[in-house]
């Protein structure tokens, strides 16, 4: 089945304490994308990738890592989180061309 | 500056009304738009992509580059469309701006 897998689906975690966040693909695409979803305010960007070793920041990068050594993953970093980091995280993927994103199913961070 | 507007955060209806969500974008160059829906707990799934021209669900969207808009439409609402929808713009220059979403709910 062609799908964005991500895990862990629900985190708590305390400040300071880095964590990981991972993301797979495998629909060989090769547009990339971490969004945050918070009330009020929508699905905004993190940091994207438009291929393999090719990342870009989006609008809220800091406090944030991605990396995308292979095309089918691109984990999510947070090297010292903070409670402004408590949100709604999605992954997301595309092929090249006028096509939308297939979104994984979301992690649930909480930082406290 | 590039910007994806829902100006209204929760929309409801009856069931077999029409509905109409409204989507405005700001953005100099050809845009790529579509529409997004999101079902409790559940993950985003893409409904519409300008481009195609087609009808998901009874709904159909259509870009107006003079009003710089892209609503979405139904004609009669059913309660199993009861959701989040987001409408979003792609600017070609691999950044992909998302709405901040309208709830519709669908009243029996």
């Known amino acids: 089945e062609a799908q964005v897998t991500q895990n862990p689906r629900y985190l708590i975690t305390v400040t300071g304490k880095k964590l990981t966040v991972t993301c797979s693909q495998n629909?060989?695409?090769?547009?990339m994308s971490w969004y945050r979803q918070d009330p009020g305010l929508g699905l905004r960007q993190i940091y994207y990738s438009m291929n393999v070793e090719v990342t870009d920041k989006g609008d809220v990068p800091e406090g944030y890592k991605v990396s995308r050594k292979e095309k089918r993953n691109f984990p999510l970093i947070l090297e010292s989180p903070s409670p402004n980091q408590t949100s709604l995280y999605f992954c997301?993927?595309?092929?090249?061309?006028?096509?939308?994103?297939?979104f994984g199913s979301g992690t649930r961070l909480t930082v406290v | 500056a590039q910007r994806v507007t829902q100006p209204e955060k929760l929309l409801s209806v009856f069931k077999g009304a029409p509905v109409e969500l409204k989507c405005n974008y700001s953005y100099s160059g050809s845009p790529e738009l579509f529409w997004y829906v999101q079902y409790s707990r559940q993950r985003l799934q893409l409904l519409l992509r300008?481009?195609s021209r087609e009808s998901i669900k009874g709904f159909t969207a259509d870009l107006n580059k003079g009003e710089t808009s892209f609503h979405l439409k139904k004609p009669f609402a059913q309660e199993e469309d009861s959701a989040m929808y987001y409408c979003?713009?792609?600017?070609?220059?691999?950044?992909?701006?998302f709405g901040t979403g309208t709830r519709l709910k669908v009243l029996a």
């Open positions: 300008h481009i």
């Open positions: 629909m060989n695409h090769e547009y």
């Open positions: 997301a993927s595309r092929p090249q061309g006028e096509y939308g994103y297939t």
């Open positions: 979003a713009l792609s600017t070609g220059t691999y950044k992909y701006i």
